[in-house]
Nanobody, 131 residues
Framework: QVQLVQSGGGSVQAGGSLRLSCEAS???????MAWFRQAPGEEREGVAD???????AYADSLKGRFTISKDNAKNTLYLQMNSLKPEDTAMYYC??????????????????????????WGQGTQVTVSS
């Protein structure tokens, strides 16, 4: 299985942008890849996921400001974050699981990937947004 190494993150003022990267040690074209975040004292929250074929899904609460993407040739996953808010402050993690993404919808709503569905994790990177 692949190993994941994250980069990016840091501190930014509200309204700013950041891009996170997650480089895998091997091919990711057959993996479901995802981003999660966890604020102090909070549960790990799924942000978005991306299938092997490139189809994406976002937690409805975060749709519109964050963009997940990947470059299979570089074995790298990305998270572009725009219009950042102080409440986006958290540790961000990338994750991978071999096979298709397991997405559970409540009607038309997607609450985001579930961390229990992923067994491979990056080391995490801190994102701090100041007001």
């Amino acid at each position: 299985q692949v190993q994941l190494v994250q980069s990016g993150g840091g501190s930014v003022q509200a309204g700013g942008s950041l891009r996170l990267s997650c480089e895998a040690s091997g091919y990711i074209s057959r993996y479901c890849m995802a981003w999660f975040r966890q604020a102090p004292g909070e549960e790990r929250e799924g942000v978005a996921d991306i299938e092997g074929d490139g189809s994406t899904a976002y937690a409805d609460s975060l749709k519109g400001r964050f963009t997940i993407s990947k470059d299979n040739a570089k074995n790298t996953l990305y998270l572009q974050m725009n219009s950042l808010k102080p409440e986006d402050t958290a540790m961000y993690y990338c994750a991978a699981e071999y096979g298709p993404c397991r997405r559970l919808y409540g009607g038309d709503l997607y609450s985001g990937p579930r961390w229990t569905n992923f067994g491979i994790w990056g080391q995490g990177t801190q994102v701090t947004v100041s007001s």
